[in-house]
């Protein structure tokens, strides 16, 4: 069983900025890791939950959705399991809770899709002030 942990939320003002982990916990997480992919959603309470970034593990290509593009990015730490999400320029709108998701596949149709991701943590509250 995948286990994840993300961590970094909080409370920041318009313009600032957060780093969010995401880290592979228990006996698997090392296979947990090793050459898949990550990814983080993003989900505000009553809102359908939506693709933020991912990167993959083997190379290092990463995907971003649109409206983080040139503010956040996403890297990973492969000798510490852990997947980064370095938010800049944070707007009242990015204000959600913070998912990181791991697939069963090492290849994805789709790897802003929701649906092709099995392991889900539980998720970190992000939170702008204007």
């Known amino acids: 069983q995948v286990q994840l942990v993300e961590s970094g939320g909080g409370l920041v003002q318009a313009g600032g900025s957060l780093r969010l982990s995401c880290a592979a916990s228990g006996a698997a997480s090392g296979r947990a890791f090793f050459g898949y992919p990550v990814a983080w959603f993003r989900q505000v309470p009553g809102q359908d939950r939506e693709f933020v970034a991912t990167?993959?593990?083997?190379?290092?290509?990463?995907y971003y959705a649109d409206f983080v593009k040139g503010r956040f990015t996403i890297s990973r730490d492969n000798a510490k399991n852990t997947v980064y999400l370095q938010m800049n320029s944070l707007k009242p709108e990015d204000t959600a809770v913070y998912y990181c998701?791991?697939?069963?596949?090492?290849?994805?149709?789709?790897?802003?899709?929701?649906?092709?991701?099995?392991?889900w943590g539980r998720g970190t509250q992000v939170t702008v002030s204007s």
């Open positions: 990167i993959r593990r083997t190379n290092g290509i990463t």
């Open positions: 998701a791991v697939p069963s596949s090492l290849y994805l149709s789709d790897y802003s899709g929701k649906g092709e991701y099995d392991y």
